[in-house]
């Protein structure tokens, strides 16, 4: 069964309050969306391999440690996930970047995939799916989907908030995949929308309404 890894650190608590908040405009919105995906990041690259290796330095030589394993892909869903790229990139510059569009059928409501680009050696690659909100899980898990039909098979999810609901229906749908999140809330309401929440992220992200 997929495990639910809620972050606690202070720092990510400090400023998940103001991204919360209804008050706190685009531009620093979109900063503190990129500060958290980065502490994040630190968090969830955690149990990453490393491999011994000899440095030089200025004074001798010394055994020191360096990445090893497979490469990192991060697949932001578009559009609210591109929010949290940038954040991770800077700690991880070498990551390759894939994308998931989807839309929601407006008679069925169920996710619709429309676009999708990942790296060529998908089966090569960690990959971290980033959505800012897991709020009734479908996208998600038509994204993880999409991954997993082209041949990805170590694949974590990354999200700001989240609802009982979603990682509900993403531990019946993909329970190999484990959840990183910032917060869990308390429900969706009527609208799918996540009580409290904050709101539609990828309008307070771009300015949009």
Excluded: W
Aim: hydrophobic share 40%; net charge negative.
């Amino acid at each position: 069964m997929a495990k639910v890894y809620v972050f606690d650190h202070p720092l990510i608590q400090h400023k998940l309050t103001y991204i919360r908040d209804k008050h706190t405009g685009t531009k620093e919105f979109r900063e503190l969306v990129d500060e958290v995906a980065a502490l994040m990041a630190y968090e969830i690259t955690r149990d990453m391999p490393l491999q011994e290796v000899d440095v030089e330095t200025p004074v001798e030589v010394c055994r020191s440690y360096r990445l090893a394993g497979k490469k990192l892909g991060l697949v932001p869903i578009l559009r609210a996930g591109l929010g949290m790229v940038d954040g991770i990139l800077k700690l991880i510059p070498a990551a390759k970047v894939g994308h998931v569009g989807l839309y929601r059928d407006p008679k069925t409501l169920q996710p619709v995939e429309y676009y999708v680009k990942l790296p060529s050696d998908v089966e090569e690659r960690d990959f971290i799916v980033i959505d800012p909100m897991l709020a009734t899980g479908g996208s998600a898990v038509e994204a993880i989907q999409s991954l997993k039909n082209r041949g990805a098979n170590s694949i974590k999810l990354m999200c700001l908030i989240a609802a009982p609901e979603g990682i509900e229906k993403m531990e019946q749908a993909h329970p190999d995949v484990d959840i990183f999140v910032a917060g869990v809330d308390e429900k969706l309401n009527e609208k799918g929308y996540i009580v409290p929440g904050l709101g539609d992220a990828g309008d307070r992200l771009f300015g949009t309404k």
